[in-house]
């Protein structure tokens, strides 16, 4: 037992040891502050540099795509899961919206017009049932 306890005060003193020994603090230096007080030596002022706005920034346009896509389900209260090829997509669609998904049934085919954000998701704009 008293073993086993000194085994484990040896551990942390280890450890304890190990932690300071590679706390990257130069060898012997200490971070002691100078007690001289720093003279402020004066600064040119630099005038603000202008940041260009998002007005003078070329917008990009996102086109609307169309594509057909395999409805599965609702997600949550503004997105729908979709098949596109074997691999599940997730796309958000806006409120008046919610009625047309709630009536297709699961696997049904639909065409959508969609665009693609900034951020890489799909925002439905319109669904259609594909006869």
């Given amino acids: ?26 060898g012997g230096e200490q971070n002691v502050p100078n007690k001289e007080p720093k003279q402020e030596q004066p600064q040119a002022e630099q005038p603000p540099q202008e940041q260009p706005s998002e007005s003078d920034q070329p917008k990009q346009e996102v086109e609307t795509e169309k594509a057909i896509w395999k409805y599965t389900g609702l997600v949550d209260t503004h997105s729908a899961e979709f098949i596109v090829g074997n691999e599940p997509l997730v796309a958000e669609y806006p409120e008046d919206m919610k009625t047309a998904l709630e009536s297709l049934e699961e696997n049904q085919e639909v065409e959508v ?10 925002i439905l704009e319109k669904i259609e049932k594909v006869e």
């Fill in 113 to 122: 017009h969609f665009k693609k954000d900034v951020d890489g998701r799909f």
């Fill in 1 to 26: 037992m008293k073993k086993n306890i000194w085994m484990k005060i040896i551990a942390i003193g280890l450890l304890c040891l190990s932690l300071v020994a590679c706390s990257g603090e130069q």
